[in-house]
């Protein structure tokens, strides 16, 4: 191995290991990409726990316009919805809805701090081109917790944030 190919294997290692450890201190959103007014499967990977404890909890805030949400079950956790009335009844895939998810919690759990998992529903987005749809996530651990809730303002981008919602962004519509 030549001294250029070796420092240029070091580079791409480097930078490798740069975007892995970003990555790792935040709640990911699986898909980002998203078609207006379709089904949407959001699925949030939580990459460790808290101050090198397990993860206990998950809850994950719906964003308003998300008509429809179906929580993945999770075998050994406990699964909650908290349901919010909405101001002006809307018709969804055939059903007159009146109120809608809130927030979706997933409890009792017990996932180790070096461990990875994703928590996952199958939500109906809004029919609005171009928005960006943030899953305000809580992570509660043994010791302490992660609140992925911070929304980008002020020409600051996600990964700028300390602790930044997973989000979806809705594709633009497409062009006749």
Same mark, same amino acid.
């Given at each position: ?5 070796? @420092?240029? *294997? ?11 450890? !970003?990555? =790792? #201190?935040?709640? %990911? ?60 009844? @809307?018709? *969804? ?11 979706? !919690?997933? =409890? #009792?759990?017990? %996932? ?65």
């Amino acid at each position: 191995m030549t001294f250029r190919t070796l @420092i240029g *294997a070091s580079a791409i290692s480097a930078g490798l290991f740069g975007l892995m450890a !970003t990555a =790792s #201190g935040h709640a %990911l959103m699986m898909n980002k990409d998203a078609k207006p007014g379709a089904w949407h499967f959001v699925e949030i990977g939580i990459p460790h726990g808290c101050v090198g404890t397990p993860t206990t909890a998950i809850k994950i805030k719906v964003p308003e316009g998300v008509a429809l949400v179906r929580p993945q079950v999770k075998p050994g956790w406990k699964l909650s919805m908290t349901m919010r009335k909405i101001d002006k009844p @809307i018709l *969804a895939e055939g059903v007159t809805i009146t109120d809608m998810a809130d927030e979706v !919690t997933w =409890s #009792g759990g017990n %996932l180790a701090d070096l461990e990875f998992d994703r928590f996952a529903m199958l939500v109906k987005l809004p029919n609005d081109p171009g928005k960006t749809l943030y899953f305000k996530t809580i992570q509660q651990c043994e010791k302490g917790e992660h609140r992925w809730i911070e929304i980008p303002e002020g020409g600051k981008k996600w990964g700028e944030y300390k602790e930044p919602a997973p989000f979806v962004q809705i594709s633009e519509a497409a062009k006749p």
